[in-house]
């Protein structure tokens, strides 16, 4: 048996304690919802024991761990799943079935965790799944939303859509870690100040607004090998309490606007974005993720490693789509105004340390941002992307031995990469790149 926990008459009395001490009920006077969150948290115990013991084997062992960065898990239904992947469904199908209860029937009682919505986010639930499976250190990073897409109903033959209110009635396999809580610093100024103790230029951020991202832990268990991952879901609070000041004068919006903006970030997954305040949206919700997730596993390696340029040896980013790009330049904010890096040092930090996967080249699946949001949302990433930028053109010009106001624009750059690619290929790249400099010198 995968555990003792799961031998029947154990469990049975796990789910009929559950149910006392969550409603003060007999289990015959239980509703199905209710005896879904007590059984899950009965499988949950099973779950916990080994993911601590996971825990403790990647901390004695130090494994290089993944981050796997997206925008979307489309994890479905929990408990199925963790009973088939720890081999226990039989076990407690039967366990159930002496209690004369459906397990079926309670596994419908448990919505979707609406975390994801098509292919990105069922391929990030598939790599969870496997990473686990084959015993690979790994955690997943994203956003707990509170509301999906929408939930579809059919009124009168047509499609209507209504909030997808998925945490009702809470999630019993997620763990609160407030201890883990980062701050989310958006828009403001930079202000530059030489350090004397360092001689370097410090970068500090001012008149900004922020957010407490709270990290929540879902368990991701490996098929039958006692392996517990973890699937973390950053949630948004106010940094500033309630302010009583502002609402006795009658300020009564001033006194929620931290509540708010918190609230607004991980309302919905893909708030609409054709207009101005939802592209606005769509980048917060980006970067917080982000940054909380970078944030916390820089944390995690510094409690054992001393040395942050070596970050690369434990630490991978692996970046989903196009959504968690802005990964790369917060990292090097990260690493250049928190640990103190010179640029050359953290980008090649950086650069060593963050993955990329596309998943589709068409221009409206792209990221793109209006150059006033982005810098007024985000000014320091925006200094670090603009950096980023300019060495990436002289190191263009210095491979293709061209002047650096020809290949000013990037999109012709990247035509540039594409048909160089085609012409190593095909053997003749040499060829080649003497025939478009010589085209390119005729134009300047």
């Not at 707990?144 to 579809?152: C, P, S, V």
């Not at 991701?220 to 879901?233: D, E, K, Q």
């Not at 309630?242 to 970030?265: C, M, P, S, V, W």
């Not at 990433?381 to 000013?408: C, P, T, W």
């Amino acid at each position: 048996m995968y555990s003792k926990r799961f031998e029947k008459e154990t469990f049975k009395n796990d789910v009929k304690e559950n149910v006392r001490t969550l409603y003060r009920k007999e289990i015959e006077e239980a509703n199905p919802q209710q005896i879904f969150q007590a059984v899950s948290y009965a499988v949950k115990e099973a779950i916990v024991d080994d993911w601590l013991a996971t825990q403790k084997t990647y901390e004695k062992e130090d494994p290089k761990t993944v981050y796997y960065m997206s925008m979307e898990f489309l994890m479905g239904r929990a408990l199925g799943n963790n009973l088939i992947n720890m081999t226990a469904y039989k076990d407690v199908k039967e366990a159930l079935e002496e209690m004369n209860i459906d397990l079926n029937v309670i596994e419908d009682q448990e919505p979707d965790a609406a975390l994801g919505n098509g292919g990105l986010g069922r391929l990030a639930a598939c790599f969870l799944d496997s990473l686990a499976t084959l015993n690979y250190s790994a955690y997943g990073c994203g956003i707990r939303y509170r509301y999906g897409m929408f939930k579809q109903k059919i009124k009168d033959g047509y499609q209507v859509e209504v909030p997808d209110n998925w945490l009702k009635d809470g999630n019993p396999f997620e763990i609160r870690r407030d201890e883990y809580a980062k701050e989310v610093r958006f828009g403001g100024t930079i202000r530059v100040q030489y350090n004397e103790q360092t001689k370097k230029e410090d970068f500090i951020q001012e008149n900004y607004e922020s957010v407490l991202a709270i990290p929540y832990d879902m368990p991701i268990v490996g098929y039958g090998n006692h392996v517990v991952n973890t699937l973390r879901i950053w949630d948004a609070q106010a940094i500033t309490d309630f302010k009583l000041d502002a609402f006795d004068r009658g300020e009564y919006h001033k006194a929620i606007e931290q509540e708010n903006l918190a609230k607004t970030i991980v309302e919905v997954l893909y708030p609409n974005d054709n207009h101005y305040a939802g592209k606005e949206l769509r980048l917060k919700q980006q970067y917080f993720f982000v940054s909380a997730s970078l944030q916390a596993a820089i944390a995690k390696y510094k409690k054992k490693h001393g040395d942050i340029h070596k970050l690369y040896e434990k630490v991978t980013f692996q970046m989903n789509d196009t959504h968690p790009t802005v990964a790369v330049p917060e990292l090097m904010r990260l690493l250049i105004d928190q640990e103190g890096l010179s640029w050359e040092e953290a980008w090649e930090v950086t650069s060593k340390t963050c993955a990329y996967t596309n998943h589709t080249i068409m221009a409206e699946a792209l990221e793109k941002w209006p150059i006033d949001l982005f810098s007024r949302l985000l000014p320091r990433i925006y200094q670090i992307v603009q950096e980023i930028d300019r060495r990436f053109l002289i190191k263009v010009n210095e491979m293709l031995g061209l002047q650096l106001a020809s290949i000013h624009n990037l999109a012709f750059y990247l035509w540039l990469v594409k048909e160089a690619r085609k012409h190593i290929i095909a053997g003749d790249f040499t060829t080649w790149k003497s025939e478009m400099v010589r085209q390119l010198s005729n134009r300047l």
